[in-house]
């Protein structure tokens, strides 16, 4: 017998993965682009990116008033034969980029309706509620300041609430925070937007042209119809999209109207399940051969399963995550840049301490959704017809309420609808940037003040 120790074979080396050249251990991925993808991704972000982009735009307003202008009134062309559309650089950002963040909000809206806060009504009930009290109070302020005056139309302004800027402030104070209230805060926030959706829908669409507006319902009926059949190709929706856009665009309804409607009707399950195209993988796996010197011969079968495995998320979930990024830290930012900038020199500050616009935004935006939100959210567990998140208190529903007084990307948005008077625009921009800064300086400090009380209190 051979008193050698035996000896095994070395198992055969194993690929790894090759990670893309930010994931590597090289020094600029490490030091600067993987910090900057965690920041990105972080609730917070959007809001951060929006205050720098608001900050530069009243930089640039009033450091060089005339470049502002010039820039933001530049006319640009889109040229298709005989066809031409002419709008200024803040007209192609209010109007046809917004689309692309209304569209965001339509998606955000189906996947609450379908799978989210708003499916179960009893869940609903207390955002509902709150949200409701949110846009009904804070009109009837603006309009005890200006009814009867030229400014009485801005009416819809104080009812918005900024996502990005009110999710980033519970962010900051997210790990002080119970998760039900950022739950409660998007889900006030949500049907927030359909409320502001609707005034805009209704309101502040003029001349409606019944022609075109018949053309965007049958472009929309044919949506549907592809999507029964089982048409999944993007690029066909796309063009169908476009052309719902322009005709909104014509039709005398905000354009942006068809974002939300492309949104709402964006299918909000996958195609297939996860277990048979897992499955099909392995089944796909074991059929070909994995040798390098044969690269790509098995290419349409590895095709075929990419595409079968992309269907395995659903439509909205795909577009949202391909989408988001570029409404988040590229749209939003930009529309802030082209839309906040007010020149505050000449008297424009001591105009608006005295315009029942700039006054009736302010007490709008913090007053009354501080009062509109907690007291209609107060009568409906009142009365049993709904109930307070998971552990949270009224000092925090408070707080929240607070915090929704943020309005500022969908309150400028309105307030350019409302407003062609430039003097009106610039008071309304200025009472929706200080009702915005303390309605989101008095909700945080309730928030922080209410879990600190929360921690300093001795257990039972």
Same mark, same amino acid.
């Given at each position: 017998?051979?008193?050698?120790?035996?000896?095994? $074979?070395?198992? $055969?080396?194993?690929?790894?993965?090759?990670?893309?050249?930010?994931?590597?251990?090289?020094?600029?991925?490490?030091?600067?682009?993987?910090?900057?993808?965690?920041?990105?991704?972080?609730?917070?972000?959007?809001?951060?990116?929006?205050?720098?982009?608001?900050?530069?735009?009243?930089?640039?307003?009033?450091?060089?008033?005339?470049?502002?202008?010039?820039?933001?009134?530049?006319?640009?062309?889109?040229?298709?034969?005989?066809?031409?559309?002419?709008?200024?650089?803040?007209?192609?950002?209010?109007?046809?980029?917004?689309?692309?963040?209304?569209?965001?909000?339509?998606?955000?809206?189906?996947?609450?309706?379908?799978?989210?806060?708003?499916?179960? =009504?009893?869940?609903?009930?207390?955002?509902?509620?709150?949200?409701?009290?949110?846009?009904?109070?804070?009109?009837?302020?603006?309009?005890?300041?200006?009814?009867?005056?030229?400014?009485?139309?801005?009416?819809?302004?104080?009812?918005?609430?900024?996502?990005?800027?009110?999710?980033?402030?519970?962010?900051?104070?997210?790990?002080?925070? =119970?998760?039900?209230?950022?739950?409660?805060?998007?889900?006030?926030?949500?049907?927030?937007?359909?409320?502001a959706i609707l005034v805009i829908a209704i309101f502040y669409s003029t001349g409606?042209?019944?022609?075109?507006?018949?053309?965007?319902?049958?472009?929309?009926?044919?949506?549907?119809?592809?999507?029964?059949?089982?048409?999944?190709?993007?690029?066909?929706?796309?063009?169908?999209?476009?052309?719902?856009?322009?005709?909104?665009?014509?039709?005398g309804v905000h354009a942006t109207i068809a974002g939300v409607v492309l949104g709402l009707l964006t299918p909000a399950r996958p195609f297939q399940r996860p277990n048979i195209v897992s499955r099909e993988a392995r089944r796909v796996a074991g059929e070909t051969e994995d040798d390098p010197e044969l690269a790509d011969r098995d290419a349409h079968h590895w095709l075929g399963l990419a595409a079968m495995a992309r269907e395995t998320i659903s439509p909205l979930a795909r577009l949202q995550h391909a989408l988001h990024p570029w409404t988040s830290y590229v749209i939003v930012p930009l529309f802030a840049l082209a839309n906040a900038g007010v020149n505050l020199g000449g008297g424009a500050i001591g105009d608006a301490l005295t315009s029942g616009i700039t006054l009736g935004i302010v007490a709008g935006l913090v007053v009354g959704k501080i009062a509109g939100i907690s007291f209609f959210a107060w009568v409906a567990t009142r009365f049993g017809l709904a109930r307070l998140p998971a552990d949270a208190r009224w000092v925090e529903v408070v707080g929240v309420s607070a915090v929704a007084g943020i309005g500022f990307t969908v309150s400028l948005f309105i307030a350019g609808l409302a407003f062609s008077e430039a003097e009106l625009l610039a008071e309304a921009k200025v009472g929706i940037l200080a009702g915005s800064i303390v309605a989101g300086s008095v909700g945080g400090l309730l928030l922080w003040l209410g879990r600190r009380r929360a921690y300093s209190m001795p257990a039972d």
């Open positions: 017998m051979d008193p050698r120790p035996e000896t095994r $074979p070395e198992p $055969p080396h194993q690929e790894q993965l090759r990670l893309p050249w930010s994931k590597t251990s090289r020094i600029f991925p490490r030091v600067v682009i993987r910090p900057l993808q965690s920041f990105l991704r972080t609730e917070a972000a959007g809001g951060i990116l929006l205050l720098i982009a608001a900050a530069a735009a009243l930089a640039w307003a009033n450091l060089w008033p005339g470049s502002y202008d010039a820039v933001w009134h530049t006319e640009l062309t889109a040229r298709l034969g005989r066809w031409t559309l002419t709008e200024d650089l803040q007209h192609w950002v209010n109007d046809a980029l917004m689309a692309i963040f209304f569209f965001i909000v339509g998606l955000e809206i189906k996947r609450e309706l379908v799978s989210g806060e708003l499916r179960d =009504p009893r869940s609903a009930a207390l955002p509902a509620f709150g949200a409701l009290g949110g846009m009904v109070l804070p009109a009837a302020l603006f309009l005890a300041f200006t009814f009867g005056g030229p400014g009485a139309r801005g009416w819809g302004i104080p009812m918005a609430t900024d996502i990005a800027f009110a999710v980033g402030v519970v962010a900051i104070l997210g790990r002080h925070l =119970p998760s039900s209230i950022r739950v409660f805060l998007l889900a006030l926030a949500i049907v927030d937007d359909i409320g409606i042209s019944w022609a075109a507006l018949g053309a965007a319902t049958g472009l929309l009926a044919l949506i549907v119809v592809l999507q029964r059949a089982q048409v999944r190709h993007i690029a066909v929706y796309v063009v169908l999209g476009s052309g719902v856009w322009l005709a909104v665009f014509v039709s």
